[in-house]
Nanobody, 124 residues
Framework: QVQLVESGGGLVQAGGSLRLSCAAS????????MGWFRQTPGKDREFVAA????????LYADSVKGRFTISRDNAKNTVYLQMNSLKPEDTAVYYC?????????????????WGQGTQVNVSS
């Protein structure tokens, strides 16, 4: 049974950086794409970024493009989200998720395994 565990969240000032990690335990990622989503209270879960197994293809939400970078280390079964130039509107619980296939998607319904989330707070 694969479990996803996020870490790296915390409090940072606007303009600062954080790196989130998502580690798979139990088994490997397989050849699935992986994604990051975020959610704030009262709002739907929002797509942030996704990456194919090979790491050669990535996809970003417009709101984070140029500031966030998704990457993965398949040997370590870990996916990362490097977040730079953080803004107060980036404050949310961030979730990593495993896609149902090798392809990268924006919809949360195309992901079938989720971590518990890690809180990111950006102060102004």
């Amino acid at each position: 049974q694969v479990q996803l565990v996020e870490s790296g969240g915390g409090l940072v000032q606007a303009g600062g950086s954080l790196r989130l990690s998502c580690a798979a335990s139990g088994r490997t990622f397989g050849v699935y794409a992986m994604g990051w989503f975020r959610q704030t209270p009262g709002k739907d879960r929002e797509f942030v970024a996704a990456i194919r197994y090979s790491g050669g293809n990535t996809l970003y939400a417009d709101s984070v493009k140029g500031r966030f970078t998704i990457s993965r280390d398949n040997a370590k079964n870990t996916v990362y989200l490097q977040m730079n130039s953080l803004k107060p509107e980036d404050t949310a619980v961030y979730y990593c998720a495993r896609a149902r296939t090798m392809e990268i998607y924006r919809s949360e319904y195309d992901y079938d395994l989720w971590g518990q989330g890690t809180q990111v707070n950006v102060s102004s």
